[in-house]
Nanobody
Framework: VQLQASGGGLVQAGGSLRLSCTAP????????MGWFRQAPGKEREFVAA????????SYGDSVKGRFTISRDNAKYTVYLQMNSLKPEDTAVYYC?????????????????WGQGTLVTVSS
């Protein structure tokens, strides 16, 4: 199972980035998807999740109102639009596939993980 995350990079505080995560149809079809992040020296934390249909989403408290998760099932791709970025958003961002079709918010509820993409926000 291969999840391919992309779109990370260096951005100034207040800027925006859009991350993408592509998975083979057999990997992502009928499953919820999520984004997590891990900053140096910190535990991996939940960022956002979306159900299989896209009708349900959830967000971590630190990103609510700034980040938006979406998916295009025709392209087997999940997106994370990140606006108003802050230096504390600096981390490696991972996409993951849930164990079911719902928008899950914890690590054990995810079965497969991508390799991560680095986001660096400068002050």
């Amino acid at each position: 199972v291969q999840l391919q995350a992309s779109g990370g990079g260096l951005v100034q505080a207040g800027g925006s980035l859009r991350l993408s995560c592509t998975a083979p149809r057999r990997t992502s079809s009928s499953y919820g998807m999520g984004w997590f992040r891990q900053a140096p020296g910190k535990e991996r934390e939940f960022v956002a999740a979306i159900s299989w249909t896209g009708g349900s989403t959830s967000y971590g408290d630190s990103v609510k109102g700034r980040f938006t998760i979406s998916r295009d099932n025709a392209k087997y791709t999940v997106y994370l639009q990140m606006n108003s970025l802050k230096p504390e958003d600096t981390a490696v961002y991972y996409c993951a596939r849930a164990r079911d079709s719902y928008a899950r918010g914890s690590i054990p509820e995810y079965a497969y993980w991508g390799q991560g993409t680095l986001v660096t926000v400068s002050s």
